[in-house]
């Protein structure tokens, strides 16, 4: 488990920062804006939303899609040697620039353990050598490293990608013709908001504290749980694990009911039609008898619809997928929404645990092409 560490967030003056040049400016394609210029960007954001000048550029790497045209950064931070966050830029067409940040830990890139092992992920991605790993983004929850081998390994699935074809090429992908009306962007003071009793302390489990393979769907709806019993105090959930002694046996208790009810493969994953029953089996009775109930925010919601929910302070179990084809879904994962923030340019951002890193995200809102969730009320 982990503690989520709080953080203030305030609108400070939108002064000219220079920065070191962390990279050759990219010149492959004159209508992409210099490195130097998304560097000042990325690092004012960060700097003005935290409201702390000491911050840093530790990392910036290149995006590419499988035909090697840009297609945005990924940026990190430091604050005196602790890592303090990182931004995801994107150059695909119709998207806002800043896509995915956090303000803490140096995000799902750069903190994956099996990453690592795969290829070191350092400065030395910025370089040219054929010898790098090449980073390829192509869309919201589509990240991948390729080796000097040529082989795929999917950042937000955690695994190895067996069908390389499935990787948008660039004729599939639209990209601006630079980063237009870049302004000088911040998160909006005030606009920040979390429910009640998260972020207090050890209150989040990991999927590779449960199980390998594809399980985000009962992690989530665990940590959602979690949250009820544990943070909010409801005897409805914990009663259900109180022959175990440990907070994590309780935990993995939660997590194996949901695992067996949702009928969860670790191989394929957790259908979205089993969600819901996985909840009403943990709680031994249906939706609105009077120990839980739940309302569907279905694909197309509106942002503020959201926020009313995360008002009343209860959590959202949400779930992202890659492609909104009636027939294919893409790749899907389930995370726990908790709180939003917007941006002084008007983006607008839900912020999320994963399952797989120990650090909160903000998402950008409609960036990913289908999603859902479920508001969780308990008792």
Known sequence: MKKLLSFLLSLALCVSLGIPAFATDNTT??????????????????????????????????LYDSSDQ??????????????????????????????????????????????NELIPITNSLT?????????????????????????LYSVYDQSDLHAANSISSGSEVNIYNGIIDWSEANIK???????????AGDDYWLM?????GGVCTPTAATNVLWYWGKQRGCSSVMNRVS????????????????????????EHGTLDVNIIDGYASFFREPSGKGTWSYKMLSDGSSYSTYQTALKDHCPIHLVLHTNDSIFDKGEGHCVMNFGYAESNTGAKYL??????????????????????????WVA
């Open 29 to 62: 394609n004159s209508n992409i804006i210099p490195d130097s210029e998304v560097q000042r960007y990325a690092l004012h954001f960060m700097t003005t939303s935290q409201n702390n000048e000491a911050i840093t550029i530790d990392n910036f790497i290149h």
């Open 70 to 115: 840009l297609t945005g950064y990924y940026v990190t931070f430091t604050d005196n040697g602790t890592a303090a966050g990182y931004v995801l830029l994107s150059l695909i067409s119709g998207e806002d620039p800043i896509v995915e940040f956090a303000f803490e830990g140096s995000g799902p890139l750069t903190t994956n353990s099996a990453l």
């Open 127 to 151: 370089s040219n050598s054929e010898h790098d790993a090449k980073i390829l983004y192509t869309g919201a929850g589509q990240l991948y490293v390729q080796n000097q081998w040529g082989s």
């Open 189 to 199: 003071d005030g606009s920040t908001f979390m429910i009640k009793k998260f972020g």
């Open 208 to 212: 590779s504290q449960f199980s390998s």
């Open 243 to 266: 022959s175990e002694s440990s907070d994590s046996n309780k935990a993995k208790a939660i997590f194996d009911i949901l695992f067996e009810t949702m009928v969860t493969s670790t």
């Open 351 to 376: 912020f999320v645990m994963d399952g797989w890193n120990t650090n909160g995200r903000f998402v950008k809102f409609d960036y990913y092409p289908y999603f859902f969730g479920y508001k969780i």
